[in-house]
Structures are given as structure tokens and as C-alpha cells.
């Protein structure tokens, strides 16, 4: 000990920058002179930086650095470091642990009181999608189905105290099953890598919790979708479009190419930040300029057949060229933020060219009318806007239900693809 303590500083804090989070916290408790220089800035932020290429047994440990980090963690304070440095610790053990074939527990649910109840809460929902929306390199390895039971456990008893856990995990499990999609290769496609207890989990999630693709009961009103039920359309939407055999029509989302620190404000991890996280990408979402741009999607038909593991997907919607506009009084939370011109805004499938007008709100909705121009059809949009595009359900102009749409940006696909 006594040959440790008289180290110089700077190569006290350099060992102690290859320990974890939890590690080097405890090595700052063993005398004054290693918490004077352990419980240092610099510690942590080598830890938050560098503990996954350290832990990770790969030669080409470099690739495994974290770009956005540095930029991340500038002038964060010692506490916030230390923070971050805690949450990359936690991603760092899970995603080791599938790398190395190790069979990892699921993701923990925790109760939680609140208000003299018991709410259920995972423990991921302070700091993974955080991590995610910040393109940690540990994300690529991390367990994704096990993030089911925790997502299937929060749908199940979803309440105003735990719609914000539910929206984040969704975040996460959307964001895992299309970094899936985006590798995949051979003649099996499926979002995520299902074994048998997988399966059958996947199986009650797709009819109890994701109700993007359950059409709307009748006292719920067509337009009560709300960013709740947005979240959970991805994973069903991907699922039914792998199984109509559209697969690679047009070019999925790819996560790390979706700049999601340009539209969310994401907040600190550990801070209590689960409702903060759930709505940040909402404000710059609904700007004339984040809407303005080149779209693409699909939606699914679900006029003739009731809700079930797939649903009927139609023709892929291409270049949707959307021109919005703020209104005249953007800043009545009352009244729409802005308008999408229907001179200016077009689109086209396999049915012909189409026009789209409508308008868009503060709190992220989308409410749209799709007119095809060699026909005398009209439809109905009205959705929300999530981290990966727009969602919502279409319906005629008397608002009889007739499916669901999903749109994302042309600028987050792989551009090999297009």
C-alpha cells in the first residue's frame, strides 16, 4: 500500500481509470490520499470513455471507442461524470456478457412505491436509453429480448405513474430490433434472436401489449392514439412486414445513423429523468424545419381482418416530400404549431401519386388527409411523433378505422440501400 500511495497522481488516476465505476468509487474510499486523487473528473470520464474497449477482449478495440462521448461530457460536473461512468458500467456487463455467450438474466423490474402503491419499474429506464440515443458502441452487444418480460410487465399495468417507463422501454426494445433488421442476412428475418421462451413471451407481448396494431376499441374514439401506444408500434410493424414479404422494398431506419441528439433533448442519466426522457424529442419533432424533408414508410390494412400476429401490410409509401410551415400564432399550445401545404406535399406507392395536407401540434401530433390524385380517395392520418418517425392510424374521412402508417426520415436509412 505504502508503494501505491506514494505514486505520483497522474498515474494514480491513470490505473485507477481502467477499474469500473463501482471499482474506482470504492478505491477513492481507502485513505485521503486515493480520494484526493481518485474522486477526480478525469477518472471518471476515462472510465465513461474507455471501460467498454478495456473490457471488451477484441482486437479491433479502437472501433469500440464512443465518438459522441467526448462532446457529451464536456463540462459535466464531477457528480454527473460519475454518473454516466455508473450507467456505462451496467451496459458494459450486459453487453460483455452476450458477447462472451454467457446467459445473462433478464433485465430486473423493481417495485417502487409511489403514492401507498406498488409500481413496477425496470431498471434500465434511468440510464439505458440514455445510452442509446447517445450511440454508446456497447449498445450493438446488449441482450434484447430479454427486455420483453419488463415491457410485457409495465403494458400489463400501465398507469400516469408508469406510462413514462413503458415509453422509454419501448424506445429501447424499437431501437434493438431495428439495429437487428439493419444486419440481417440469409433467408430467416426476424427482428430479434428468438428462442423457444422467447417465442411464446413474444407471442403474448404482440397480443397484449403492442397495440399499434390492435384497431381501436369503439369507446376509445379514433383519436385517442396517443405516444403510449405509439411507442409500441415499431416491433409489431416490423414483424408484420417481414412476414407480407416486404422485406428490403425500401430501407428501414438504421439507429446509428439517426442523429437523435439533434431533435432530443436528452436528459442526464440517474437523475429521475424517465418523464423528461419520454417527451424530449417532442418540441424540435414538431419543428416546420425537422418535418420539412423527404419521408418514406408503410402502412397496414386492417379494414377485413382482426388483429393477430401479422397484419396485412400494403405497397411501400416512397419519397413523401413533406413541406411544413409554422401558423400564424405558433405559440398557442391550443392551437396547431404549423401546417403541411398540400400544393407542396406528395408522395407516391404502388396505386399511384398522392398529396398530403394537415397539420401539427406542440404536444407531437400529426394529424394528416392523403388524396390520390388519379383516384377520388381520401384518408385520414392521425398519429404522433417518436424517436423513429411518425406512427398513428388511418382512417376514411367519417373516421371508420382502417389500419396503421409508419413514416421515418429518408435521411436515417443506410445510404448503400437506397
Not at 30 to 45: G, I, K, P, Q
Not at 394 to 409: M, R, T, Y
Request: net charge negative; aromatic share 12%.
Amino acid at each position: 500500500m505504502a508503494y501505491l500511495l506514494n505514486l505520483p497522481v497522474e498515474l494514480l488516476q491513470r490505473i485507477a481509470s481502467f477499474l469500473n465505476c463501482c471499482s474506482a468509487l470504492a478505491l477513492a474510499r481507502v485513505s485521503r490520499t486515493l480520494h484526493d486523487a481518485c474522486n477526480h473528473r478525469v477518472v471518471f470520464r476515462d472510465i465513461a470513455l474507455y471501460s467498454f474497449a478495456h473490457d471488451f477482449n477484441d482486437p479491433r478495440a479502437e472501433l469500440l471507442l464512443w465518438p459522441e462521448g467526448c462532446d457529451i461530457l464536456k463540462g459535466a460536473s464531477l457528480p454527473d461524470t460519475i454518473r454516466l461512468a455508473c450507467a456505462v458500467e451496467r451496459a458494459v456487463k450486459h453487453a460483455v456478457g452476450r458477447a462472451g455467450g454467457r446467459c445473462e438474466p433478464v433485465w430486473i423490474a423493481k417495485e417502487r412505491t409511489v403514492d401507498s402503491r406498488n409500481v413496477i419499474f425496470p431498471d434500465i429506464d434511468e440510464w439505458l436509453p440514455q445510452l442509446l440515443a447517445w450511440h454508446h458502441p456497447s449498445c450493438k452487444y446488449m441482450l434484447d429480448t430479454s427486455l420483453l418480460p419488463a415491457h410485457l410487465q409495465l403494458g400489463k399495468r400501465l398507469d400516469s405513474s408508469s406510462r413514462a417507463s413503458f415509453i422509454n422501454v419501448g424506445f429501447c426494445l424499437a431501437y434493438f430490433a431495428l439495429q437487428n433488421v439493419s444486419s440481417m442476412s440469409g433467408d430467416v428475418y426476424t427482428p430479434f434472436e428468438i428462442e423457444d421462451s422467447i417465442a411464446k413471451m413474444s407471442t403474448e407481448y404482440m397480443f397484449s401489449v403492442c397495440w399499434g396494431l390492435k384497431p381501436p376499441h369503439v369507446s376509445q374514439g379514433f383519436s385517442s392514439f396517443d405516444l403510449a401506444q405509439g411507442s409500441t408500434c415499431i416491433i409489431p410493424f416490423l414483424y408484420s412486414i417481414l412476414g407480407s414479404g416486404l422485406f428490403g422494398r425500401i430501407p428501414f431506419p438504421v439507429p446509428s445513423r439517426i442523429p437523435f441528439r439533434s431533435f432530443m433533448d436528452v436528459p442526464w442519466v440517474f437523475t429521475d429523468s424517465a418523464e423528461a426522457f419520454s417527451i424530449c424529442h417532442i418540441p424540435k419533432m414538431t419543428e416546420f424545419d425537422f418535418l420539412t424533408g423527404t419521408w418514406m414508410g408503410y402502412y397496414t390494412d386492417q379494414r377485413l381482418v382482426n388483429h393477430r400476429h401479422f397484419a396485412l401490410v400494403g405497397p411501400p409509401m416512397n419519397d413523401i416530400n413533406i413541406v411544413a410551415k409554422l401558423s400564424d400564432e405558433p405559440n398557442k399550445h391550443s392551437e396547431p404549431k404549423g401546417h403541411i401545404g398540400c400544393s407542396e406535399s406528395s408522395g407516391f406507392d404502388s396505386y399511384g401519386r398522392f398529396t398530403i395536407c394537415g397539420e401539427f401540434y406542440h404536444d407531437g401530433r400529426v394529424e394528416l388527409v392523403k388524396h390520390y390524385t388519379q383516384h377520388s380517395w381520401e384518408w385520414q392520418y392521425n398519429g404522433i411523433v417518436i424517436p423513429f418517425g411518425i406512427v398513428g392510424r388511418w382512417s376514411d374521412l367519417e373516421g371508420n378505422f382502417g389500419g396503421h402508417f409508419w413514416i421515418w426520415k429518408k435521411d436515417w436509412c443506410d445510404s448503400q440501400a437506397l
